[in-house]
């Protein structure tokens, strides 16, 4: 490709908008141009780099037994009525009605359609398993879109689907994606880490995802130096310290005035915070029967939610809404706490009642386990300026849900090994899902086994952004001049500047002569031959971030040959004419060989 036709432009400065460096250095290089909040086209040198890692994602799925095939990005609203999800997810979900007046929706992943495939297409364990995949558009209504790439609304995935005919089989192909998913992010130049991760929206038994550890990751990932545990935050669990058992005493109500946080209790009282139980509030929309609620909620019904957590923890909302079954959870207003019969900062279930009366809104309480094990808590009194010294669970007050809803923080002990956890932040470049039955079931997904009985096809879920992957790699691969591409995603191996001499030629036919037998031998070269200064070229050249640069001038044929220095280093050579191809090719293979060795085993951790 020569320069002067490529289509866009370098830019000088940033988008004031851009907030991290990826972002900015694509908007600058001239990769990727914005139409709307989250929504991107991608320019010639960007989609360059995309198919490779599309041909990166290919090459691993077809060795791990995938088919490619091709769903549509426009689905009837019927089938994700069928599983529910048509009412479950919020406004992320972009509905719309075609002419007819039928509901539809752009597609957000392809669970569904995939498990409308299989009723039709799958009959027999014969036909198991199977895994199919498929590169295609998806759109989230994302409400904050944000740092370029890395949060969009319009985007492109690879999800693949495992389709067995047993839980042992879909074991095998979750493994197997386990490590094929390493192999496509070192092949890509990018080290990550899986971490055990929510279900959410997709549902299912297991779930894990990919995170690039950076500062800018809107993630919290919780690690373990000792034993290698690694989770979301929404999920991490730690061992919690017990407290010292005492005999249970009476309660006492104490003033305690303007204590209205657990700090300004436990200083007002000389105590702990962990001595201290803590009151959040949440409205919950709950369209399911889960446990504590069985009989009592119709389709779709917002309830209050009491939780009861100890005052040196902080509540986790992912644990509380997956223990609940909501499908949406906010903070409660000061009103609807009131309302309850509670009284904000200093509350607590004591004295509450349980069951609304007429259509009222009902109070469900749930306490974090800590509670259970931690003896004469001071609690709120419901009254203001008072709380109560020495509350006991379950003596005091009972609970609709026992469980563990208390966030993972630095220093917390591993629940594997005891060792202090520490926290980083991290960008989830893929996820793998375990989710079983939970499609086949809801769309009638069969097939005979060897028995002639009819089973449910056990299914699994893949997915990794590609456009995300790519703003990743940006963010590992730049420095203060522009991006470094890993030569396996780079959109051109060599970028090749032309400086003319003055009242000669020779130059520039060299560079045409060199810019062909590149070609022809496969190389593939991006020619600068615009009539710009030596100090713009060379600029846009570090902006881009081609791994090999050759400069073809007079100062440098004088000197036997064409200069060439490689992107990350300093360095710069003299290659002979009769020698650069050879050279060049011998380089770019010597940086491919690189990133292969990065491409080994890794320990599978459930």
């Known amino acids: 490709m020569k320069f002067s036709q490529l289509f866009g432009q370098t830019l000088r400065d940033a988008p004031t908008d851009a ?49 490619e095939i091709l769903m549509p990005v426009v689905h009837p609203a019927e089938v994700w009525k069928e599983t529910g999800r048509w009412y479950q997810i919020g406004s992320e979900m972009g509905r719309f009605k075609d002419r007819n007046d039928h509901d539809m929706l752009l597609a957000m992943t392809h669970e569904e359609v995939v498990a409308d495939l299989v009723r039709r297409e799958v009959q027999s364990y014969k036909q198991l398993p199977r895994l199919v995949y498929h590169i295609q558009t998806k759109w ?33 192909q979750y493994r197997a994606h386990y490590q094929a998913y390493f192999n496509i992010y070192h092949r890509c130049g990018l080290d990550v880490i899986a971490v055990k991760s929510d279900t959410g929206m997709m549902g299912g038994k297991l779930a894990h995802e990919y995170m690039y550890l950076t500062p800018i990751g809107e993630d919290t990932l919780i690690l373990c130096d000792a034993c290698g545990y690694t989770a979301n935050r929404q999920v991490a669990c730690f061992q919690k310290t017990p407290a010292v058992p005492e005999e249970l005493k009476t309660v006492e109500k104490v003033r305690t005035p303007e204590c209205k946080s657990i700090e300004d209790l436990a200083n007002f009282l000389g105590v702990p915070k962990s001595k201290t139980a803590k009151a959040v509030f949440f409205m919950a929309t709950i369209s399911q029967d889960p446990k504590g609620f069985e009989g009592l909620i119709g389709s779709d019904q917002e309830y209050f939610i009491f939780t009861i957590i100890r005052g040196d923890m902080e509540l986790n909302e992912t644990k509380l809404a997956n223990a609940l079954g909501a499908r949406e959870l906010r903070p409660a207003t000061e009103d609807e706490i009131k309302a309850a019969g509670a009284v904000p900062g200093f509350a607590s279930p004591i004295g509450l009642s349980p069951l609304p009366s ?9 306490v ?13 009194a419901n009254q203001a300026d008072y709380h109560l010294l020495n509350t006991n669970y379950p003596r005091d007050y009972t609970a609709d849900i026992v469980t563990d809803i208390a966030a993972a923080d630095e220093g917390a002990a591993c629940p594997e090994c005891g060792s202090p956890l520490r926290v980083s932040r991290g960008v989830e470049v893929g996820n793998i899902f375990k989710l079983g039955t939970r499609y086949s079931d809801a769309l009638g997904c069969t097939f005979l086994d060897r028995d002639g009985q009819q089973k449910p096809v056990i299914m699994g879920s893949y997915g990794i952004g590609v456009g995300r992957l790519l703003a990743c790699v940006a963010e590992e691969h730049h420095d203060e001049h522009g991006l470094v591409w890993p030569i396996t995603v780079t959109p051109f ?68 040959g064409v200069e060439m220095k490689l992107r990350r280093e300093q360095a710069k050579d003299i290659l002979p004419l009769e020698e650069t191809v050879a050279r060049l090719r011998s380089v770019i293979q010597s940086m491919r060989e690189e990133i292969l060795l990065k491409v080994v085993p890794v320990k599978y951790v459930d």
């Open 19 to 67: 907030d991290v460096e990826s972002h900015k250095l694509l908007m600058r290089a001239g990769f990727i141009r914005p139409l709307g909040a989250g929504i991107f086209s991608y320019l010639h040198l960007a989609k360059r780099s995309i198919m490779k890692i599309e041909a990166i994602l290919r090459d691993e799925m077809d060795l791990i037994g995938g088919q």
């Open 140 to 172: 989230r209504d994302d409400p904050r879109p944000r740092a370029g790439l890395l949060r969009v609304r319009e985007f492109t995935m690879k999800d693949s689907y495992s389709l067995d005919a047993d839980w042992d089989g879909l074991d095998k």
């Open 358 to 366: 007429g259509d009222g809104l009902g109070v469900r309480v749930v």
């Open 493 to 560: 191996h060599v970028h090749m500047v032309l400086l003319r001499g003055k009242g000669t030629p020779q130059a520039e036919e060299t560079a045409d002569k060199l810019y062909a037998d590149l070609q022809a031998a496969g190389v593939e070269v991006l020619y600068d031959d615009r009539d710009e200064s030596p100090g713009v070229k060379f600029n846009d050249s570090d902006l881009i971030g081609c791994p090999v640069r050759i400069t073809v001038s007079e100062r440098a044929l004088g000197q036997g």
């Open 368 to 380: 974090d386990d800590s509670i259970t094990f931690s003896p004469n808590l001071v609690a709120g």
